[in-house]
């Protein structure tokens, strides 16, 4: 079965430099959901999307931004990165479905150092 | 908000035998969600297994199940018959109906031991 995608991987960049990170969602997925996990943390959530309008925010620092796209690829943007924005970065999307709520599935993060 | 508390923060089992992890919450929600994830040194999260709050039915993924008792806010795993391929860091989250950003637990580390 199709999984969740982010690009890149790994990322190393310097301070003050800017990082794009990519997510494209399980097909036919509507929500793409944004976490940030610290090394030795649980997951925070930043950000989420819900056909392509924001429809929940977290703890997410105004130096990020995100959007979803057309085909519901979400991509969240950093700038002025901070040694402290070094982490691994989940993006999770699920199905809206009539009732209950919908499970997240995670794609498999993207490491990023921030030297 | 919601909050979730894991108050094990490591925990060791023998393969093949049975171990329960914790898991207690708070919401004044009256519909939400509870989940397991499992996190493997890959760092991949795992989804393990998932509890509506209005079921009163414990739910069963194979080898794990949960006990829910939603007066006292608790929701345990229990994996029964543990595998070497079960050491992971397990995550448990809730979240709210429709508005499903996910709160996470502080995590427990299982080892399993052969």
């Known amino acids: 079965a199709a999984g969740v995608i982010q690009s890149p991987r790994h990322l190393i960049k310097e301070k003050r430099e800017t990082a794009t990170l990519k997510c494209y969602p399980i097909?036919?997925?509507?929500?793409v959901y944004w976490y940030q996990q610290g090394p030795g943390q649980d997951p925070q959530f930043l950000i989420s999307?819900?056909?392509?309008?924001?429809?929940d925010k977290g703890s997410i620092p105004d130096r990020f931004s995100a959007q979803q796209f057309s085909d519901y690829h979400s991509e969240l943007n950093m700038s002025s990165l901070e040694l402290g924005d070094s982490a691994l970065y989940f993006c999770?999307?699920?199905?809206?479905?009539?009732?209950?709520?919908?499970?997240?599935?995670f794609g498999p993060g993207t490491r990023l150092l921030v030297l | 908000a919601q909050t979730v508390t894991q108050s094990q923060p490591e925990m060791s089992v023998q393969e093949a035998e049975t171990v329960t992890l914790s898991c207690t919450y708070d919401?004044?929600?009256?519909?939400?969600?509870l989940f397991w994830y499992k996190q493997p040194p890959s760092r991949q999260m795992i989804l393990v297994i998932r509890?509506?709050?209005?079921?009163?039915q414990n739910a069963t993924e194979n080898r794990f199940s949960v006990n829910f008792q939603k007066a006292a806010k608790s929701f345990s795993l229990k994996i029964s018959d543990s595998q070497l391929g079960d050491a992971a860091m397990y995550f448990c989250?809730?979240?709210?109906?429709?508005?499903?950003?996910?709160?996470f637990g502080s995590g427990t580390k299982l080892n399993v031991k052969p």
């Open positions: 999770a999307s699920s199905e809206t479905v009539t009732g209950p709520g919908e499970t997240q599935y």
């Open positions: 509890q509506e709050a209005y079921k009163q």
């Open positions: 999307f819900y056909e392509k309008m924001q429809s």
């Open positions: 097909p036919r997925h509507d929500t």
């Open positions: 919401t004044s929600e009256s519909d939400y969600y």
């Open positions: 989250a809730s979240s709210r109906y429709n508005f499903n950003k996910f709160y």
